[in-house]
């Protein structure tokens, strides 16, 4: 069983930047694709990025196309989520997700696609 496990979040003033991590331990995953998906408070989660196993295809939302790039170290079992020029709107519990079977194409952005999810880690960005 696989457990992921972000890190990374906080507050910071808009404009500014955060990297989150997904650590993945259990066993490898390097086989999986991973996306990050984001709830704000109220809100439905919501897809933010993903990246194939490889790495070589990755996918993000409009609202954060040229602020985030998402990657993927596999030796080191963990994904990174780098969030720059944050603004209040990106505000909300990141979370990290994996999707078990192995998927050829692009990344999906799909929450039922993914099977097995972390607990999220916080980041507020205040004017």
């Known amino acids: 069983q696989v457990q992921l496990v972000e890190s990374g979040g906080g507050q910071v003033q808009a404009g500014g930047s955060l990297r989150l991590s997904c650590a993945a331990s259990g066993r490898t995953f390097s086989r999986e694709a991973i996306a990050w998906f984001r709830q704000a408070p109220g809100k439905e989660r919501e897809f933010a990025a993903a990246?194939?196993?490889?790495?070589?295809?990755?996918r993000y939302a409009d609202s954060v196309k040229g602020r985030f790039t998402i990657s993927r170290d596999n030796a080191k079992n963990t994904v990174y989520l780098q969030m720059d020029s944050l603004q209040p709107e990106d505000t909300a519990v990141y979370y990290c997700?994996?999707?078990?079977?192995?998927?050829?194409?692009?990344?999906?952005?799909?929450?039922?696609?993914?099977?097995?999810w972390g607990q999220g880690t916080q980041v507020t960005v205040s004017s």
């Open positions: 990246i194939s196993w490889s790495g070589g295809s990755t």
């Open positions: 997700a994996g999707e078990s079977r192995v998927r050829m194409g692009p990344p999906s952005p799909g929450p039922s696609d993914y099977n097995y």
